[in-house]
Structure formats: structure tokens, C-alpha cells
């Protein structure tokens, strides 16, 4: 599957920090953090997040998360990219 191919970015113009086991994203918009639009993130998009790199593509983050979390591959690849859909659309990673 061609989609499984893709890599994405971290948006520079955003602050993540890793709370309790959870992961903050806060978007900077004019030099101001937008406290408006915060991401909070579980345990997997916390891992998922850390594995956005623009160096590995959405196939190998989504087999990190099945060996991980011991998951059926089809659930994780539909989650996984949904939720990397949404980070996308929310303009946090490219």
C-alpha cells in the first residue's frame, strides 16, 4: 500500500512536552502559544508522535505499535493513520 510509504514532519511551529505519561502539543501562532487548540495525547500517540521523524513511514510506525501493543496489524493501520490524518489536518506534522 502506497500510503504505508509516507513519512511526515513535526510542524516547527508547535511545543510538545511529555506529562504523566501523556503528550502536550501546544501550536505557536505569532510567537504565542495557542492556548485555544492544546493536543493531549494517550500512551500510543505519544509514541506515535515520538516516532514522527520524516524518516519513517507510516508502515514501520504502525508495526512499532503492533509489536509493541501485541495488535491486529489491519486495526492498527486504520488507527494510526486516522490518527496521523488528524495531527495532519490540525496542521502538526506535513
Known sequence: MEALEKCFFKEDNCVAREIAGETIIVPIKGR??????????????TMIWQLIDGQKSIGQIVQAVRETYAVE???VTKDAVDFLSSLEKAGLIH
Open 73 to 75: 496489524s489491519e486495526e
Open 32 to 45: 504565542v502559544g495557542d492556548l485555544d487548540s492544546i493536543y493531549t495525547l494517550n500512551e500510543v500517540g
